[in-house]
């Protein structure tokens, strides 16, 4: 298994909802990233978990909660987002922070 | 942070093969270079590395300059599965720099 799952695939919500992300690898990495990706842009960097803790975090406004509940998941919650948040959200993993980047399909995600 | 510079796009002919430069001119001697793509509506994959010599694998051959500020990734022949936005990157042999994308090279190809 070498991919990097993610779900949903679609998201649609209300600028009051709670809503979460959800990401899965089963390659046995120690890294997790989460990415946002504008139209058109390049992925822009959020999280970093290394051995399921924060290791960066790229000043992200607190709507945004990353979680790492074991090696194999990494969950994003959505809460209080803006028009301006929706994006595509991109989840990767490595074995380690220096070996190569998988990522996933990503969720595109509309706030309305 | 290094940085990189690649033209914003380039085209091809289906068949043919493509270079696809980057300057790295401030790289530092524990960069690596990488190359990803991002194929339409796709995540970004992985596509080769080096440090400074040349290197050959199933997607493509990467020729690092011999002052290693520029690269070149090179497709041997170009499909049009191969359309996709290439991002040249460095990143410290220490893991320290996580993988932060540019704006890369949009390449078409042509049937």
């Known amino acids: 298994d070498t991919e990097v799952t993610q779900t949903p695939k679609h998201l649609v919500m209300g600028m009051t909802n709670k809503k979460s992300l959800k990401c899965e690898q089963h390659m046995g990495h120690r890294a997790m990233y989460w990415y946002k990706q504008k139209a058109k842009k390049p992925p822009e960097l959020m999280f970093v978990?290394?051995?399921?803790?924060?290791?960066i975090n790229e000043s992200v406004p607190s709507r945004f909660s990353p979680e790492c509940p074991n090696s194999s998941l990494l969950n994003l919650h959505l809460h209080a987002l803006q028009p301006e948040d929706s994006a595509l959200y991109l989840c990767a993993s490595s074995q380690s922070k220096v070996m190569d980047v998988y990522f996933g399909p990503g969720t595109r995600l509309t706030v309305l | 942070d290094a940085k990189t510079t690649q033209p914003n796009s380039m085209e091809s002919n289906e068949e043919e093969p493509v270079h696809l430069p980057c300057n790295h001119s401030?790289?530092?001697?524990?960069?690596?270079i990488h190359w990803y793509r991002q194929l339409p509506s796709q995540g970004p994959e992985y596509v080769i590395h080096?440090?400074?010599s040349n290197v050959n694998n199933r997607m493509a051959s990467l020729a690092i300059a011999e002052d290693r500020k520029s690269s070149t990734l090179i497709l041997h022949r170009a499909t049009l599965r191969d359309a996709a936005v290439y991002y040249c990157?460095?990143?410290?042999?220490?893991?320290?720099?996580?993988?932060?994308f540019g704006k890369g090279t949009r390449l078409s190809v042509i049937a």
């Open positions: 080096g440090l400074t």
């Open positions: 401030t790289i530092s001697g524990t960069d690596y």
């Open positions: 978990y290394s051995y399921e803790k924060l290791s």
């Open positions: 990157i460095l990143r410290d042999i220490s893991g320290n720099t996580p993988l932060v």
